[in-house]
């Protein structure tokens, strides 16, 4: 378990595909919005991503209502498999309340 303050900033990984997906469909506010446009690292198709575990549950927010509110089967499955994988980065963190 990784110790982290509340805003302290930690890299996420996120495939273009994955940004894109965010930036489509979740309905995240334009802060969290920015910080993907800006994230330039591509690097074999990913990105990194600087955010605070405050911006990881923002993500994990968004994705989860666009999931709950999605017909299509195949994009719920893609949204529900990247909250998954958030969720399972932030079962991994210890945040400190200073």
Do not use: P, Q, W
Not at 65 to 91: Q, T
């Amino acid at each position: 378990m990784k110790a982290v303050r509340r805003d302290e900033e930690f890299k996420i990984r996120f495939t273009v595909e994955e940004r894109d997906l965010i930036l489509e469909v979740a309905l995240v506010d334009g802060a969290v919005a920015e910080l993907l446009r800006r994230a330039t690292d591509v690097e074999r198709g990913e990105i990194a991503v600087s955010c605070s575990a405050d911006v990881l549950d923002d993500f994990l927010g968004a994705i989860a209502a666009a999931a709950n509110h999605c017909d299509e089967a195949g994009l719920r499955s893609r949204l529900d498999r990247l909250y998954d994988r958030l969720e399972k980065l932030e079962r991994t963190l210890l945040v400190l309340d200073e």
